[in-house]
């Protein structure tokens, strides 16, 4: 009852429900980080002469909710997207971003000049960010792309290369040295 109105109030939105054994408001990832963070701090009490004894070590973890169930294309959705963009404009997009790991904003900034058609390699040094870097360090990165990738970059530079041989730029709003349409919308940024 006291948990129930203490959650009316917004008082606290992490909670131990006895009635559940189980902390409410938070995953079970949580509540061991947390139990972790305790044990610690209770170690470095003892080193100081504070406690005599480290309790948190004598507690269990109790199991908090679930986590959030991923996003993520399963096997079956990944393959109808592929299967489903194979031949159309942005083909080489998706093939480089689905098979090759890479962020949207990622791929939406490479250039020709960091794609390496004969390794099969493709090197992030940049994104569309505002700040124009990665999303971390770690980020910039060099790495192998599949072949059926490699296939729809070459098929990609031959398009383009036809496209200034009649005179135009390339692919409509492209700008030159982009191997993405620049104007792909993304909400998240």
């Known amino acids: 009852m006291a948990e129930t109105k203490r959650r ?3 008082e ?3 909670y131990y429900d006895r009635s559940r054994d189980r902390w409410t408001g938070t995953t079970t990832r949580s509540v061991r980080l947390a139990r972790m963070i305790l044990i610690q701090a209770t170690r470095n009490a003892m080193v100081n002469d504070l406690v005599v004894r480290n309790v948190a070590d004598l507690a269990t973890v109790p199991t908090g909710k679930l986590g959030r169930p ?4 399963n096997l079956d959705q990944t393959l109808a997207v592929l299967d489903a963009a194979k031949g159309e404009r942005l083909w080489p997009y998706v093939a480089v971003s689905m098979l090759g790991g890479i962020r949207t ?13 004969e390794a099969g390699t493709v090197s992030v040094y940049q994104s569309v960010r505002r700040t124009g870097e990665t999303k971390t360090e770690k980020s ?4 192998q792309i ?3 990738a490699v296939e729809a970059l070459r098929d990609l530079v031959l398009k383009q290369a036809a496209a200034r041989a009649k005179g135009r730029s390339g692919l409509e709003g492209e700008q030159p040295g982009v191997l993405h349409e620049p104007r792909w919308p993304d909400a998240r940024d």
């Open 70 to 73: 991923s996003k993520s294309l």
């Open 146 to 148: 599949p072949e059926i």
């Open 8 to 10: 009316a109030q917004g």
């Open 140 to 143: 910039r990165r060099v790495f």
């Open 105 to 117: 904003e990622e791929a939406r900034a490479l250039r020709w000049s960091e794609v390496d058609l």
């Open 12 to 14: 606290d939105s992490i």
